[in-house]
């Protein structure tokens, strides 16, 4: 598998996984199929224009390949059909989420890399990538979003793409490292909602 099939099949499984939790988010509203369609779409891409737009890389490739829509489509038809066999799984949106979280987060960093932007901004854009389209999908279905108040979301997305750009600093190959990166962010994302660690919140002055 060449580097750029490899990254392809990374961004459109890892949207996939997201649009899953955006449907998922969209029947539990009680949205109608179009509703839940939009979410879908909006939880599977918004990371990734946000980041393509940053780059410069435009119009993001999100809203000129028509693969996207029909990944993002899929997942809202799956999920809307199919409710109750998605909801077997425990707690599926999370679960799909923190899967989209692992996976976006190095795609954000790679991409970054490629661009010729520097370690630090490509750890930015990593996390960004990773924690835009649950942020999107949170406010679509007015929540507070979860990168605010969960378990270790965003410093999961950190600690993945940190991964990337540390295997690319070292010269590693891209793709173990990609898979390392992905692997770590969604076992701690997954470890943090099961055991409940968070990091400190600030307690409010009564009175």
């Not at 750890?123 to 649950?134: E, R, Y």
């Not at 470890?191 to 990091?199: D, S, Y």
Request: net charge positive; proline share 5%.
């Amino acid at each position: 598998m060449t580097p750029s099939t490899f990254v392809a099949a990374i961004d459109f499984v890892g949207t996939f996984a997201f649009a899953v939790s955006g449907a998922t988010a969209g029947v539990r509203r009680g949205l109608d199929l179009f509703g839940v369609l939009v979410l879908a779409f909006a939880a599977g891409t918004a990371g990734g224009i946000a980041r393509d737009a940053l780059l410069g890389a435009t119009p993001p490739v999100a809203l000129v390949d028509a693969r996207y829509l029909g990944v993002c489509t899929l997942a809202g038809l799956v999920t809307f059909f199919r409710h109750d066999v998605v909801e077997r799984l425990r707690n599926p949106l999370q679960l799909s989420d923190a899967v989209g979280l692992g996976l976006f987060a190095v795609i954000g960093a790679r991409k970054a890399l490629d661009h010729g932007v520097g370690p630090v901004g490509a750890v930015l854009l990593g996390v960004l990538t990773g924690v835009g389209g649950g942020v999107v999908r949170d406010v679509l279905v007015t929540q507070v979003p979860g990168i605010l108040q969960r378990e270790l979301y965003a410093v999961a997305a950190l600690l993945g793409a940190s991964l990337v750009v540390a295997g690319d600093l070292l010269h590693l190959p891209p793709q173990p490292v990609a898979v390392a990166g992905a692997v770590a962010c969604f076992a701690l994302r997954f470890l943090a909602m099961r055991r409940g660690w968070q990091l400190p919140v600030a307690k409010a002055r009564r009175g």
